[in-house]
T-cell receptor, first 113, second 114 residues
Framework: NAGVTQTPKFQVLKTGQSMTLQCAQDMNHNSMYWYRQDPGMGLRLIYYSASEGTTDKGEVPNGYNVSRLNKREFSLRLESAAPSQTSVYFC????????????FGNGTRLTVT | KQEVTQIPAALSVPEGENLVLNCSFTDSAIYNLQWFRQDPGKGLTSLLLIQSSQREQTSGRLNASLDKSSGRSTLYIAASQPGDSATYLCAVRRGTYNTDKLIFGTGTRLQVFP
């Protein structure tokens, strides 16, 4: 029972390159989230998906796209990476109830040079 | 706009001390508040979730309280241990529109030394 799995764990990109961060869960939860964590700024929501087939923008969506492939998987794509996107990216999931706790993956550390 | 603040940003205490971490939020219309622990290089682990109708939640040596009217929550750690060293974050879930979104504080980095 892995919970929330993120791949890759580390990635280095050059400015302008593209990549997709993968997130998969085996918790059968409906809601999935992508956050970025930067020093001094805390966690900021990029996109979220309340259920399969739906996605919504969070606080900092510019430069990112997402796909909710099925109930288990929620991917985050950087089409043209910029140094400002250097960060640690976390995927999180939660159940249908708003009083369900949030469960996080271990993160992807991305550096854009 | 909901803002969440955690003070202090860092705390260093000797093993065995009881300690309190603080979390403040500006909008009292929240659905719930969660406390998380984050170890270096890891994701966040949910510790306690307090619903808006509750005053406190307890798990082992941890006790979290919530005072919505004053916009405050505290996380009490009893008899601290070196293994408690981590960053502790609080997050509120909005009680009005955009209820799917959680707003996080920037965390308190705790070090417990032997």
């Amino acid at each position: 029972n892995a919970g929330v799995t993120q791949t890759p764990k580390f990635q280095v990109l050059k400015t302008g390159q593209s990549m997709t961060l993968q997130c998969a869960q085996d918790m059968n939860h409906n809601s999935m989230y992508w956050y970025r964590q930067d020093p001094g700024m805390g966690l900021r929501l990029i996109y979220y998906s309340a259920s399969e087939g739906t996605t919504d923008k969070g606080e900092v969506p510019n430069g990112y796209n997402v796909s909710r492939l099925n109930k288990r998987e929620f991917s985050l794509r950087l089409e043209s990476a910029a140094p400002s996107q250097t960060s640690v990216y976390f995927c999180a999931v939660t159940g249908r109830s708003y009083n369900s706790p949030l469960h996080f993956g271990n993160g992807t550390r991305l550096t854009v040079t | 706009k909901q803002e969440v603040t955690q003070i202090p940003a860092a705390l260093s205490v000797p093993e065995g001390e009881n300690l309190v971490l603080n979390c403040s939020f500006t909008d009292s219309a929240i659905y719930n508040l969660q406390w998380f622990r984050q170890d270096p290089g890891k994701g966040l682990t949910s510790l306690l979730l307090i619903q808006s109708s509750q005053r406190e939640q307890t798990s082992g040596r941890l006790n979290a309280s919530l005072d919505k009217s004053s916009g405050r929550s505290t996380l009490y750690i009893a008899a601290s241990q070196p293994g408690d060293s981590a960053t502790y974050l609080c997050a509120v879930r909005r009680g009005t529109y955009n209820t799917d979104k959680l707003i996080f504080g920037t965390g308190t980095r705790l070090q417990v030394f032997p």
